[in-house]
């Protein structure tokens, strides 16, 4: 008897091992199946259109990040400037009186015509 539950201790053993390494394997893949999820909802979000309010947070994103001043004058350029001459360029500047209010009558007018979920701007 002693040598039957012996036996069914060393079997009862093996699959107590065998249990845990596949529970090892699942764990494995479920963490893999949750990074390619990730993944591929990331790439969705990087190529799906985009709604008005992302595109205009895009653009200004892009275009802020190309822009740079130097700060220190010992590093700014010293060259000579652009030839303005025959060169189309506006002769006075004047100050836009109501620009910022049109400015915002504009884009609130053009807020309510694409709703939030309206996805219709392509990202370059």
Same mark, same amino acid.
């Given at each position: ?14 699959? @107590? ?14 963490? %893999? ?6 993944? =591929? ?24 990040? %190309? ?10 350029? %010293? ?12 002769? =006075? ?8 209010? %049109? ?5 609130? @007018? ?13 990202? @370059?």
């Amino acid at each position: 008897m002693d040598q039957n539950a012996a036996s069914m201790a060393s079997c009862l053993q093996e699959v @107590e091992n065998e249990m845990r390494v596949i529970r090892q394997q699942l764990q494995s893949q479920h963490q %893999k199946i949750q990074y390619y999820c990730q993944q =591929i909802q990331d790439r969705d979000r990087q190529t799906r259109p985009s709604a008005f309010l992302e595109h205009v947070d895009n653009c200004h994103s892009m275009l802020y990040s %190309k822009l740079s001043v130097e700060s220190n004058p010992e590093l700014r350029s %010293k060259g000579t400037t652009t030839a303005i001459h025959d060169k189309a360029r506006p002769v =006075i500047v004047k100050q836009w009186i109501g620009f910022p209010e %049109k400015q915002t009558a504009l884009f609130d @007018e053009i807020s309510n015509a694409f709703s939030t979920d309206h996805r219709v701007f392509l990202r @370059e």
